[in-house]
């Protein structure tokens, strides 16, 4: 890491910051940064997803920007440092990664990820003002999809879980059938119980095989478009609008967008 580039950049907000630096930047506070915090935290997961590097370069910056300008107004406060956050963090994570450390060994991926669990409620347990619980450190706002791929990895680690991949496969078919049953009933209460019972095992089950289901359906959101995008150019270059075609003409469009990706 270039740490003339971070200091540099730092110097940059304390200019901002400054008395005669810029009137937005100097009424800004650790609040009112959260939301610009989220939406380019998702600008920059876009960018990486969409395999664009200068965009990735470029989100990446401004995402660290974001998280220094808010340690500088922490700092200003007299809270804490950069430094202290940093030096936190770095003997947080060699106290959870007792494997590389020290001279702990484990057998198996899940077996690190369960001491992992256990250290963080250990860290948790001397300090009576933070969660207790397993899922108490989840923070509410998380999007659903991610969320329950949490939810499903912390119950693992307390073995929690199916015991193999095909209890979980019989479960999706389960739910399947039972979000079947309350479309035919016409109950919607039931029917977004069971859809959500269905995406919730679905989710458990990527997991195991190494799937975000967040990222499954934000990739296939991407292909959507960018096949949607694809048709909308083939129907103009005919001459036409999408919205003219028939059914049979959008999917052979559609098939045709599909091939090209190929």
């Given at each position: 890491?270039?740490?003339?580039?971070?200091s540099?950049?730092?110097?940059?907000?304390?200019?901002?910051?400054?008395e005669?630096?810029?009137?937005?930047?100097?009424?800004?506070t650790?609040?009112?940064?959260?939301?610009?915090?989220?939406?380019?935290?998702?600008?920059?997961?876009?960018?990486?997803?969409?395999?664009?590097?200068?965009?990735?370069?470029?989100?990446?910056?401004?995402?660290?920007?974001?998280?220094l300008?808010i340690?500088?107004?922490?700092?200003?406060?007299?809270?804490?440092?950069?430094?202290?956050?940093?030096?936190g963090?770095?003997?947080?994570?060699?106290?959870?990664?007792?494997?590389?450390?020290g001279e702990?060994?484990?057998?198996?991926?899940?077996?690190q990820?369960?001491?992992?669990?256990?250290?963080?409620?250990?860290?948790?347990?001397?300090?009576?003002?933070?969660?207790?619980?397993?899922?108490?450190?989840?923070?509410?706002?998380?999007?659903?999809?991610?969320?329950?791929?949490?939810?499903?990895?912390?119950?693992?680690?307390?073995?929690?879980?199916?015991?193999n991949?095909?209890?979980v496969?019989?479960?999706?078919?389960?739910?399947w059938?039972?979000?079947?049953?309350?479309?035919?009933?016409?109950?919607?209460?039931a029917?977004?119980?069971?859809?959500?019972?269905?995406?919730?095992?679905?989710?458990e089950?990527?997991?195991?095989?190494g799937?975000?289901?967040?990222?499954?359906?934000?990739?296939?959101?991407?292909?959507?478009?960018?096949?949607?995008?694809?048709?909308?150019?083939?129907?103009?270059?005919?001459g036409?609008?999408?919205?003219?075609?028939?059914?049979?003409?959008?999917?052979?469009?559609w098939?045709?967008?599909?091939?090209?990706e190929?």
């Amino acid at each position: 890491m270039n740490t003339t580039a971070l200091s540099e950049l730092v110097e940059v907000i304390r200019r901002l910051t400054a008395e005669d630096g810029c009137p937005w930047d100097k009424e800004q506070t650790p609040e009112s940064l959260a939301d610009y915090v989220i939406e380019e935290s998702h600008e920059l997961v876009s960018a990486i997803r969409q395999g664009s590097v200068a965009d990735v370069c470029e989100e990446l910056g401004d995402v660290a920007f974001l998280l220094l300008f808010i340690a500088h107004l922490y700092e200003k406060k007299g809270d804490f440092s950069l430094a202290d956050a940093l030096n936190g963090n770095r003997a947080k994570m060699i106290r959870r990664h007792p494997h590389v450390f020290g001279e702990t060994t484990f057998s198996n991926r899940d077996e690190q990820l369960k001491t992992w669990e256990a250290i963080k409620r250990a860290e948790h347990a001397k300090d009576a003002e933070k969660p207790q619980g397993i899922f108490d450190s989840l923070p509410p706002s998380l999007p659903a999809l991610i969320k329950a791929y949490r939810i499903q990895s912390k119950a693992s680690r307390v073995d929690f879980t199916w015991k193999n991949d095909e209890d979980v496969e019989q479960q999706v078919e389960a739910e399947w059938l039972e979000w079947l049953d309350a479309c035919a009933n016409g109950d919607l209460e039931a029917q977004k119980h069971e859809l959500g019972d269905l995406v919730f095992t679905l989710a458990e089950l990527g997991r195991r095989k190494g799937i975000k289901i967040n990222e499954a359906v934000d990739l296939a959101n991407i292909r959507f478009l960018k096949r949607f995008s694809h048709m909308e150019r083939s129907a103009r270059e005919k001459g036409k609008e999408f919205v003219q075609l028939s059914r049979d003409e959008k999917e052979t469009l559609w098939q045709q967008a599909k091939s090209e990706e190929k």
